[in-house]
């Protein structure tokens, strides 16, 4: 008994330090017109791949806070951005076609953060958004390419994203939606459909959840998420 008290207390220090090891500080980020957008970042305080977070349109960056906290304990470099006028970044919403280009520009900016990062793993580095998120982070990949999986909650990828997945068949995704989300489950069926890549996962669940809500519904959904994400950035290592 004495001996198995002292294993599972050896196994709770270890646990707990391998999480004390994870740093998260808020940052700032400026985009291009002089905005800051506001960020938390998570490092696991050694060399390893990293994941951008981007938040649907009716929540912020913190949505993201137990799915970022999990993976930087999974060893990832992790950034969650507010996008403009969202939570605590400066500026006004944006809205409509007009605005595309500057809302890329935003993310390119968190994207080009987070890779500046010390100990950042360039080759093994992933996207992931939730909502309006899953059409910022697909056509993230499109415009960089050292993106090597792509993490979809909820959403549509644009034309050309959906293009660009068929076209990458080392590029794998994870779509996830609720099937009473009708909308937002078509957009995942497609854009997953569209990969090429045979570790490539599509869930839909019952249920009318969208985006990251089904987290609390769905207790498998977060860890499958993290484990997903490890075992295709160690496939990216191999390469």
């Known amino acids: ?46 060399s390893g791949p990293a994941i951008l977070l981007l938040h649907q349109c009716n929540m912020d960056r913190h949505a993201w806070d137990g799915l970022a ?14 996008a403009r006028g969202f939570g605590e970044s400066a500026g006004q919403k944006l809205r409509g076609a007009e605005s595309a280009s500057q809302q890329n520009a935003d993310v ?29 982070s697909s056509d993230l990949a499109t415009r960089h390419h050292e993106i090597r999986a792509l993490l979809l909650l909820s959403g ?11 076209a990458t068949p080392s590029l794998p995704v994870f779509g996830a939606a609720s099937a009473g ?37 769905h207790a498998d959904l977060e860890p499958m998420i993290v484990d997903w994400l490890k075992q295709q950035m160690q496939a990216a290592h191999g390469d």
């Open 1 to 46: 008994m004495t001996r198995l008290v002292f294993l599972a207390a050896a196994g709770l220090c270890l646990s707990a330090g391998l999480f004390a090891e994870v740093q998260k500080k808020d940052v700032d980020i400026k985009a291009t017109d002089g905005i800051t957008l506001k960020a938390t970042y998570y490092s696991p305080g050694r």
């Open 69 to 82: 906290q999990d993976l930087a304990g999974a060893g990832f470099h992790v950034l969650a951005v507010d």
């Open 108 to 136: 390119d900016a968190a994207f080009s953060y987070l890779m500046s990062q010390k100990n950042v793993e360039k080759s093994r580095v992933a996207a992931g958004g939730a909502s309006c998120g899953v059409t910022q």
């Open 156 to 166: 549509r990828a644009s034309d050309t994203a959906k293009a660009y997945i068929a």
């Open 181 to 217: 989300d009708t909308n937002a489950a078509n957009g995942i069926r497609e854009a997953v459909r569209a990969s090429q890549n045979p570790k490539s996962v599509l869930k839909i669940y019952d249920g009318t959840e969208h985006g990251v809500p089904m987290f609390a519904k």
